[in-house]
């Protein structure tokens, strides 16, 4: 139960802002934070990440909706006893939703999180976004450690394998 809480949590948070973006701010605005490292710009986005696909809201919606099934399965199934596995699908989850929910009711996503990494502008993004990198490397956390623990299962501590 903790884990769909932690969804319905980012889902308010990455809408609420995106509102206050929204609300308060022109397209292409920016507020300076830390100079050349992170503002808060007013973007949209009509397709992915560096704004690939642009337009293909149906593509997006089958995606997302067969995404979103999927984690939930995982959840159900997997995540049971498994903090990391949970909080990850979590976070994904979340991320998935929120950033439907702008796909369905705006045809775009609001973005502002802009930053600069080392001169580099990297893509405007949101919440949702980065609830949604957050859960993958999480999630990959997960899988390498339950691969070494399989791994030490099946050959044992110091590496000879055990019938």
Same mark, same amino acid.
């Given at each position: 139960?903790?884990?769909?809480?932690?969804?319905?949590?980012?889902?308010?948070?990455?809408?609420?802002?995106?509102?206050? #973006?929204?609300?308060?701010?022109? #397209?292409?605005?920016?507020?300076?934070?830390?100079?050349?490292?992170?503002?808060?710009?007013?973007?949209?986005?009509?397709?992915?990440?560096?704004?690939?696909?642009?337009?293909?809201?149906?593509?997006?919606?089958?995606?997302?909706?067969?995404?979103?099934?999927?984690?939930?399965?995982?959840?159900?199934?997997?995540?049971?006893?498994?903090?990391?596995?949970?909080?990850?699908?979590?976070?994904?989850?979340?991320?998935?939703?929120?950033?439907?929910?702008?796909?369905?009711?705006?045809?775009?996503?609001?973005?502002?999180?802009?930053?600069?990494?080392?001169?580099?502008?990297?893509?405007?993004?949101?919440?949702?976004?980065?609830?949604?990198?957050?859960?993958?490397?999480?999630?990959?956390?997960?899988?390498?450690?339950?691969?070494?623990?399989?791994?030490?299962?099946?050959?044992?501590?110091?590496?000879?394998?055990?019938?």
């Amino acid at each position: 139960m903790f884990f769909y809480l932690l969804a319905i949590i980012i889902i308010v948070l990455d809408q609420w802002t995106k509102w206050l #973006i929204v609300k308060n701010m022109e #397209i292409g605005e920016s507020i300076k934070i830390i100079e050349n490292f992170i503002y808060i710009t007013s973007h949209r986005n009509s397709g992915a990440a560096w704004g690939i696909l642009q337009g293909q809201l149906w593509f997006f919606y089958i995606i997302t909706i067969i995404a979103v099934a999927g984690i939930i399965y995982y959840m159900q199934k997997y995540a049971k006893g498994k903090w990391l596995l949970g909080t990850s699908l979590g976070l994904m989850l979340g991320g998935a939703i929120g950033n439907l929910i702008d796909r369905v009711f705006r045809k775009e996503v609001v973005d502002f999180i802009n930053t600069y990494i080392f001169g580099y502008d990297f893509p405007v993004f949101n919440i949702a976004d980065s609830a949604l990198v957050i859960g993958v490397a999480l999630l990959i956390i997960h899988m390498i450690r339950e691969e070494k623990a399989a791994k030490e299962k099946e050959h044992g501590e110091n590496g000879t394998y055990h019938s």
